[in-house]
């Protein structure tokens, strides 16, 4: 892989930090005089922001939430509307999405962001990629990941989600060395590629960019998932970690031991329960401040992501901090009999489950106000009828998956046997851009419930 040794994440620790806290009072000093929401902040908290000099002095700032941006979205807007050439939402799978607004400013620094983070992946010009991601319905994702591959100067190939016989006809038609799409689709392109004789381990792919899930563990280790991809397809396997709000991707590198920071984008915090900077490796709650936007930039928004960082220089020899890969989400922590665990924990199982059509789990309050956890799984009917011992026997199957969760989390959900379509009716609602796999009941009145 070809390094620029002159950049930032190269430098020193203390120079990495020096280089932030710079770039950090300018953007302080941008929101002062172009943000009406944080000049109300800065007011209301008598925030002098020529005081904040270093990274440790960001405390004394109150976070920005979620909810603010719903509720004063045009407030976050820095500049006139004239100067707004696109218009994107989060996903609001959790929530209402929220509009951000960018200037051709940002559409740059989006590109520079994914530049930086496929080189940090092992890309560079003449490799061809495929995308699996679309690049419409108001996503930042698809479009920043073109722009980035366009700066590069790598190719692109622009197939968007799903449809396995368009993704190999696609393969074997151009020849792509990489493709970059939601890890757990990847299963079922090897399954279409078993069932219709596609010999895919000799394909011209050799790395595959996963986006929106994990692929590994907090000890890098390959998760579930990964394992199952790994064993099926060798191929490289690099896992990232972005959103919306930060415009900002932590991308593996060759060695796989989290998600690199890209010094003059984004500057992170991990925050503990009592809203203060935990010790670095510990996990807490990822909180961003944005360095470069000139749309919609944030001051110390809580992602509600929880992970670790970790301070020591990486085997690839660059020394800005990385991040772990995600537990969760803050607000999605379950406690199941005794066992505090996370949504993506339970979907590993369930991802590497092959009689596991598709899936939705629930969350709710039980009477003994305790989480009650009820996984529903629509079946392959394919892998069920070949098994005899599951063939006529529904308990077998949820045995078998429940042994599989006590397995690896330690302890068991209720599990329901549910028709595919019933599962895919909750996965793809009409207005939903991801697809809805957690689906918390927790603090509704009962009449609210419906699993």
Known sequence: MNINKNDIEFASAEEIKSFQEAKMRDALAYLQQNSRYYQRMFERYRINVEKIRTIEDLVNIPFTEKKDLQLFN?????????????????????????????????????????????????????????????????????????????????????????????????????????????????????????????????????????????????????????????????????????????????????????????????????????????????????????????????????????????AEQCPCGRNSYRLTPLVGRKNNMIKLKGTTLYPPALMDVLNNTPFVQNYVIYVQDSQQGTDEVVVKVGLNAEVVEENARFKDHPEEIVNELKNRFRAHVRVAPVVQIASVEEVQRVNFPPSARKPVKFVDLRGMKNEECRM
Request: glycine fraction near 10%; hydrophobic fraction near 35%; proline fraction near 4%.
């Open 74 to 310: 045009e407030d976050f807007l820095c500049v006139p509307k004239e100067k707004v050439i696109d218009y994107i939402t989060t996903s609001g799978t959790l929530s209402d999405p929220v509009t951000f607004c960018c200037t051709e400013k940002d559409l740059q620094r989006l590109a520079y962001n994914e530049k930086k983070s496929f080189e940090c992946a092992g890309l560079q010009p003449g490799n061809i990629l495929q995308l699996m991601v679309t690049l419409d319905k108001r996503f930042m994702a698809g479009l920043a990941y073109f722009l980035g591959l366009r700066e590069l100067g790598a190719s692109v190939i622009r197939v968007g989600n799903g449809i396995p016989e368009l993704q190999w006809d696609t393969i074997q038609r151009i020849r792509p060395d990489s493709i970059m799409c939601v890890p757990s689709f990847i299963p079922r392109l090897i399954q279409y590629a078993e069932d219709h004789g596609i010999d895919y381990q000799n394909s011209s792919v050799r790395k595959i960019i996963g986006i929106g899930e994990s692929l590994r563990n907090q000890d890098f280790s390959l998760n579930l998932l990964g394992e199952q991809i790994k064993s099926k397809w060798d191929v490289e396997l690099y896992a990232t970690y972005s959103s919306t709000e930060m415009g900002a991707t932590f991308s593996e590198c060759e060695y796989g031991v989290g998600g690199h920071v890209h010094p003059e984008l984004i500057i992170v915090e991990i925050i503990g329960e009592d809203n203060l900077p935990v010790a670095d490796g510990e996990t807490g709650e990822v909180v961003v401040t944005t360095l470069g936007v000139e749309g919609m930039p944030l001051l110390r928004f809580r992602t509600g992501d929880m992970c670790a960082k970790i």
